[in-house]
């Protein structure tokens, strides 16, 4: 889909778990809200490390840390997605 588009909520700016985290964690885990919402990009750790420009070494930590917050499970799936991203959304321009 061309130009697809996610909700992000503003709780992302005061949530703990997420403004605990380093800077870097934080834009990376905002670029797997972007990969996940482009839904052709498959999130095997090979392509997340490529997508991310990290090293293989790197994303083991965050992943790690994502899992233990709650945000992925182990095979890269954003948790609570569908929850929070709604079939209904449009948006008109």
């Known amino acids: 889909m ?4 996610f909700r992000m909520y503003s709780e992302f700016a005061n949530d703990p778990k997420v403004q605990r985290m380093s800077e870097a964690d934080q834009r990376r885990l905002t670029m797997l809200f972007f990969f996940w919402c482009n839904g ?4 095997h750790d090979d392509d997340v490390t490529f997508l991310l420009r990290i090293s293989n070494d790197d994303w ?17 799936n ?9 079939a209904s959304d449009t948006s008109k321009n």
């Open 2 to 5: 061309a130009n697809s588009w």
């Open 40 to 43: 052709d990009v498959t999130l």
């Open 60 to 76: 083991q930590v965050t992943k790690a840390l994502f899992i233990s917050k709650g945000f992925i499970d182990s095979d890269n």
């Open 78 to 86: 954003l948790i609570n997605w569908d929850r929070r991203q709604f």
